[in-house]
């Protein structure tokens, strides 16, 4: 990985599970171009971290999908997003 951006990250939760567990190291490359269907880690403006599967991305939406069926998709408003 060549990004000096690059930072490790620790998984908190079953949401992304079976790939992603509890405790899990992953590496996010914040500068990396992401398309639909791509694991992403996004931050809401209130401090919120998500792992999560990318839907869709439009001007307004971004939607976002757990591995985990127990757990629910999540919306967001692009303005509630602080990156992906």
């Not at 790939?19 to 880690?41: E, L, Q, Y």
């Not at 996004?42 to 127990?70: C, F, W, Y």
């Amino acid at each position: 990985l060549n990004d000096p951006n690059a930072f490790a990250l620790e998984i908190t939760g079953d949401s992304m599970e079976p790939v992603f567990r509890d405790g899990d190291t992953i590496i996010v490359a914040p500068h990396a171009s992401v398309r639909r269907g791509d694991r992403v880690v996004a931050k809401t403006v209130e401090g919120e971290v998500l792992a999560k599967v990318l839907v869709r991305r439009t001007a307004r939406h971004i939607d976002l999908q757990s591995l985990n069926p127990a757990h629910e998709d999540r919306s967001l408003e692009i303005a509630e997003v602080e990156w992906v």
